[in-house]
């Protein structure tokens, strides 16, 4: 039996400068705490055309330098929906940065403090991996009875394969 799939694609932007990151403390939707710069892929953009389009509007930073690391996603097996997210690193930029954006507060925050900071945990996992240089696929399986990430694998330059459980 064929059942038909919703794909919906995303991208997430990961800014550094000076040891810092830039994250975002969200205003609206479904991502509490901080997350970096990030949206939805509009039709017909290419992902990396979506990626600095995102940047620009939420920050006000023109990438220069932007190079994908990762891909990531849900999977809600009940609702047949896959979110799809490419992950991206921007290492130069141009502009000044707008603090008080549409989707937030922006600023920048010391790497050496993120694991302190109040971000998602799935989030997290793929920022540090790739603040550790890896590529890497995440997947995570959506549980719609409680309404929460259920389990989850991780597979990464690093790793050959991680199983995560959110629970």
Known sequence: MTHTVNYKFWNLIVVLKDEKILLIERNKGDFGGLVPPGGKVEFPETFIDSAIRELKEESGLTAIDIQQHGLSGFINEEKKEQFIFVDYLCTSFSGDLIENGPEGKSAWYPISKIKDLDIKDDIKLRILELLKGNLYEYQM???????????????????????????
């Open 141 to 167: 399986f959506w549980d719609e009875t409680k309404n929460t990430v259920g389990s989850g694998f991780l597979k990464s330059s690093k790793y050959i394969d991680k199983n995560i459980n959110h629970l």
